[in-house]
């Protein structure tokens, strides 16, 4: 029975000697009427009864209030997630930044060194070409050194955040 059924319902005429409809339409028809609403309150009823059963499951094992291992976070708790996140994520580009501006600033001093060094062996004459091949050769394990760090790097950061994008490689690699 449903409610379209229920509003085009006709009822034929009752016989001359009555007026009004046929008693015995009008009453199958309210009897149909009835037991389809007794069917929808039993179904409301065990629906009810279900739901009900449901949160007192929730309840019984502290789904929603993130207290049990196998409970929904909270709002709060994601909300507090996403800040610490957000605060990791700023943290490590703070340090890439800082860790390249030292492989900056340690390229220029070694290109500075190297600089001293040809001037010195351009003015010394003597004793100066192994000096600076020694310079030339520290400087050049200092520069793999740095590259080697960041490289480790820029694997920790892709292993810890494998969603974030790889840093470019630093410049003059």
């Not at 789904?63 to 291992?69: A, F, L, R, W």
């Not at 709060?76 to 605060?87: E, F, P, S, Y």
């Not at 100066?128 to 050769?137: A, C, D, F, N």
Request: some cysteine; hydrophobic content about 40%.
């Amino acid at each position: 029975m449903t409610p379209e059924a229920l509003r085009s319902m006709t009822f034929p005429r009752a016989s001359l000697t009555r007026r009004g409809y046929n008693e015995e339409a009008v009453h199958d028809a309210l009897r149909r009427c009835a037991t389809a609403l007794t069917e929808l309150k039993e179904e409301n009823d065990r629906l009810r009864a279900d739901m009900q059963r449901h949160r007192d499951w929730i309840r019984a094992n502290n789904i929603g209030d993130g207290s049990g291992p196998t409970g929904v976070p909270t709002v709060d708790a994601v909300l507090q997630q996403a800040r610490a996140q957000q605060a990791a994520e700023q943290t490590v580009s703070v340090a890439r930044e800082q860790a390249r501006n030292m492989v900056r600033a340690a390229r220029a001093q070694a290109e500075a060194i190297l600089q001293q060094a040809w001037e010195k062996t351009a003015h010394a004459g003597d004793g100066g070409p192994e000096e600076t091949e020694r310079l030339i050769s520290y400087l050049r394990q200092i520069a793999r050194s740095l590259s080697v760090t960041a490289d480790e790097y820029a694997a920790k950061r892709a292993r810890a955040v494998p969603s974030a994008a790889a840093p470019a490689p630093p410049p003059g690699r």
